[in-house]
């Protein structure tokens, strides 16, 4: 197995059968869903897998942990996986560069993060030639650092040194070491951070900055070729938004188990802060796919030639609308 790509999801995979339970003898083979973590974003994805909503719709889904979104990207390309949860920028920049992955789906169309920095940093210009870590280049963590740094007047080509540092409980470790004068994270790790008395310069879901931060991507064969079973898993996935939020306490026991921690406080702040950044209709926002548009165009120029729609296939959530799956939904969350 020489393909690198081949051999990071064969790992994955074999690692998330081996930590499941055994499928029945005469069970189709699971579906595999990639995501892009650890993040609090995750916890949709483990709720609709552990609390059995995506088998309640026919779907036998098996949710695999990447490092960061980029490399989520390259094993969804190389079909590998039939659904990824990710960032918009991946999929933009896949299908730019000729993948027909298409985003179907998008859950949270804002920025969850906070950008924390060291003790001694309080003020954006006070970062200039710092060493300011995203999980990987290209990722949308990174794309985000960019649009964000822009906002308080840097050039995040000339005024930062970005870094990969992989997963945001490393980048948060490395803050606290000294190895990185900034990063960003997303809840429980920004309220982690300030607990140890690092600098939040900003919590930018609170400037409603419209961004495809949580997309389901898929590929247009899939699509074609399995309708039932992309409307089937938008089914679970969706039900697992309102899930978490008319569930708190249950949610709170995913939140625990896969992000690693039982701090009251934390969980209370976590579950919050994810709620509010949901968007129940499931539709990507169009001016947040164009912000991303604008970022990911920086290194690969031949996005400034398409549209937000060529990224985007709305048919299925639009199909769900339609078919009234969203009105069981409207009083219970």
Do not use: C
């Not at 080509?157 to 004068?181: E, F, N």
């Not at 930018?204 to 070729?225: D, H, W």
């Amino acid at each position: 197995m020489k393909n690198p790509i081949k051999k990071t999801v064969f790992a994955a995979i074999l690692a998330v059968l081996t930590f499941t339970a055994p499928l029945p003898a005469n069970a189709d083979k699971p579906v595999m869903i990639g995501v892009a973590g650890p993040a609090v974003n995750l916890i949709y994805a483990y709720l609709a897998q552990d609390a059995g909503l995506w088998r309640k719709y026919g779907v036998d889904a098996r949710v695999i942990l990447f490092e960061s979104g980029s490399t989520l990207a390259q094993v969804a390309r190389a079909g590998e996986l039939s659904f990824a949860i990710n960032s918009g920028p991946a999929t933009i920049a896949s299908r730019t560069q000729g993948a027909d992955t298409i985003m179907i789906a998008a859950m949270v169309n804002t920025l969850p993060y906070s950008v924390i920095a060291a003790k001694n940093i309080t003020t954006w210009n006070q970062l200039k030639g710092k060493r300011v870590g995203v999980s990987r280049f290209g990722s949308g963590t990174d794309t985000a650092m960019r649009l964000v740094v822009r906002r308080y007047g840097l050039d995040p080509m000339k005024d930062l040194v970005i870094l990969q540092g992989g997963t945001q409980p490393s980048r948060l470790q490395a803050v606290t070491a000294g190895s990185l004068d900034a990063t960003l994270v997303s809840p429980p790790l920004d309220l982690t951070a300030k607990k140890q008395g690092l600098s939040i310069l900003v919590n930018i879901a609170e400037l409603g900055i419209p961004y495809p931060q949580l997309v389901i991507e898929t590929s247009e064969r899939f699509n074609r070729e399995q309708p039932l079973m992309v409307k089937n898993f938008l089914k679970g996935f969706i039900e697992a938004l309102h899930y978490a939020a008319a569930q708190k306490e249950e949610t709170k026991k995913t939140i625990t188990k896969y992000l690693k921690t039982n701090d009251p406080e934390i969980l209370e702040a976590t579950h919050k802060s994810f709620i509010q950044v949901t968007d129940y209709s499931a539709l990507p926002n169009m001016e947040g796919v164009r912000n991303a548009m604008d970022e990911v165009a920086a290194r690969l120029p031949a996005v400034k030639s398409k549209k937000p729609e060529d990224f985007v296939d709305t048919r299925f959530v639009k199909e769900l609308e339609k078919e009234g799956f969203f009105k069981q939904f409207q009083k219970k969350s």
